[in-house]
Structure formats: C-alpha cells, structure tokens
C-alpha cells in the first residue's frame, strides 16, 4: 500500500500464487529475496522513482517476469537480485549503476550500460546480442566468467565513438560505436 517505505527479507518469498505486484511510489528499498522465487510473476514491473536499492536475490528466479522499469535514482543492484528472469528480453541499466549485471536471463537480448559502468556481467544470457555500453573505458568483467554461456562471439558491444581502441583488446565481442 501507499506510504510503505520498504519491502521487507523474504517477504514474498516463494509466493509461487502471485501473478502480479504493483510497487507504491513510497517504496525506497526492496530487500532482499523479496519476490525470490515468484514464478508466476508474470506481470511488468516498474521500480518507483526514490528507490536506491534492489537487494541481493529480490526477483531471483522470476521465470515469467516480462519486464522491468528501473528508476534513475538506483545505485545499487544487490547479487543475483535479477537471475533466473529468464522472459526478459531488454533490460536497461540507469544512469547511477556502476556494477550491471545479470545471469540465467535466457531471452535477454539487450543491455542498456550507463556511462558510469565500471564492472558488467552476463552469463547464461544465451540470446544476448547487443550491449549497448556508454562507458568511454572499458568496465572491468572476469574474463573467465563474465560471458560464460552466453556466446560472446555473437554479441555486438556498441561504444561510444572514439573509445573503440579502449575496446579492441577484447576481441571475442563485436563493437561498434
């Protein structure tokens, strides 16, 4: 309801019923595990502006969530707090984020990075094809895992224009600008 301010630990946990949830503009913090292993959760989502913080696990496993809004006021998208949504197809990362990052998003097949983006990982993305990093220097990604599973060799990284040599030594991404 309206002039709730946090969405506690684990509060719907499980909720394996729950098809929908629509999030007050109050909300400041989702915590952690939330909504973690919602399955059902079928309906869009949108993170109400005034949120800073999506912590650890919230939406783990939201298998049939479509969509997500994130708000321009996040910083922090806590560990795994999106993986296992595996019906999102976009997810665009707002202008504070500097960790982005996902895993076991099957039909994810856009990113969005913000120029503050100093680290990113998307394993298990098998469908992602394009990343679009405004970042002019390379985020830093563990070269061992970052990309496990994912096919980098059919992802197209775009970049800003002139910060293609800061790029080109990963090579086993496409890039544009």
Do not use: W
Not at 56 to 85: Q, R
Not at 86 to 104: A, D, K, W
Not at 138 to 149: G, I, M
Request: hydrophobic share 30%.
């Amino acid at each position: 309801h309206e002039g709730l301010t946090s969405i506690g630990v684990r509060a719907f946990r499980y909720c394996r019923e729950l098809t929908s949830a629509n999030i007050p503009s109050s909300i400041r913090r989702i915590g952690c595990e939330s909504f973690y292993g919602c399955g059902n959760l079928a309906s869009p989502i949108t993170i109400p502006e005034g949120v800073t913080n999506i912590e650890a696990g919230a939406f783990y496993e939201c298998s049939k969530l479509p969509s997500v809004t994130l708000p321009n006021s996040l910083t922090t998208i806590g560990s795994g707090a999106f993986d296992g949504c595996s019906s999102l197809t976009s997810l665009i990362f707002p202008p504070n984020m500097t960790v982005c990052g996902v895993s076991r998003c099957d039909r994810l097949a856009s990113v969005v990075l913000p120029a503050s983006t100093t680290k990113m990982g998307f394993s298990d993305c098998r469908d992602l094809k394009d990343i679009y990093c405004h970042a002019v220097n390379v985020p830093e990604f563990d070269h061992s895992s970052a990309f496990n599973r994912s096919y980098p060799e059919f992802i197209t990284l775009h970049v800003p224009a002139g910060s293609e040599e800061n790029y080109r030594y990963y090579s086993s991404i496409q890039y544009e600008n």
